[in-house]
Each structure stands twice: as C-alpha cells, then as structure tokens.
C-alpha cells in the first residue's frame, strides 16, 4: 500500500495534471494487474499501457508523482512496479525539477537500459 504521508496534499496545483492524463476514463485494468497475472500477458498488458503513456501530455508528472510516492502498483509515467523499484534502487531525483513535480523520462528510460530519446520538455504554461 502507498505511504499517503509522501502524498503532496490537496492543493489543486499539484493534482491538476491529472485531468490530461491519456489514462483517464479508461479502463484500470490496463495498467494495474489482476491477481496472479505473469508472464506474456502481464508483459503485453503493461506494453499497451506504456503505449498510451507514450502519448500522454503529463508523463512527466505522472512518473515524478509515482516515484515520489513510491507508488507499488501499476503502470505510472510509462514505468511498470519493477521498472520504478530499480530507478529507485539507483536514484531518480537528479533527474527531476527542482519542487520534483516533473522528471526528464527519456533521461529514466535511459538510465533503465532504453535508448535516450529527449531531454525535459520546457514546463508547459498554464
């Protein structure tokens, strides 16, 4: 279960990005998994939900939300539980802005063993 004391508490700032989430309204079978599930079809379940967070406008938030929070379950930001337990294992945080609101995903996906794709996109204005 997730620590809610590392939750950043109820300021619609912090949470706003939740709103434009590619995830939202969509099934959450996608991106958490059902008891017992291995192998092959846990692999192709967390490939179709890395695919929509390939797309999403606030993987960034999601990933620095989900690693902050040390979130145990389901895909967050394009990361799977096994993925975010090792960036953990070897830090994340130097690759997160300054209030670690956002993070530079290519930068994880990199230190994950994934090929660098692109540096932190500029904050998006409001």
Known sequence: MSNVRRL??????????????A???RDTAQFFHPDGERG????RREAGAKAVCG??????????????????YGV??????????RLLAVGWEDLADRRR????????EARLGR????AMPEQRSA
Do not use: K
């Open 115 to 118: 090929p660098f794709r692109s």
């Open 23 to 25: 995830c939202r309204g």
């Open 40 to 43: 092959s079809s846990r692999n």
């Open 8 to 21: 950043p508490g109820p300021i619609v700032d912090l949470w706003d990005w939740q709103r434009l989430g």
């Open 55 to 72: 797309t999403c406008p606030v993987r960034a938030e999601c990933a620095a939300h989900a690693l902050t929070v040390r979130e145990p």
């Open 76 to 85: 967050w930001g394009g990361f799977s539980e096994s993925e975010r337990l």
């Open 101 to 108: 609101s956002r993070v530079d995903v290519g930068r994880l």
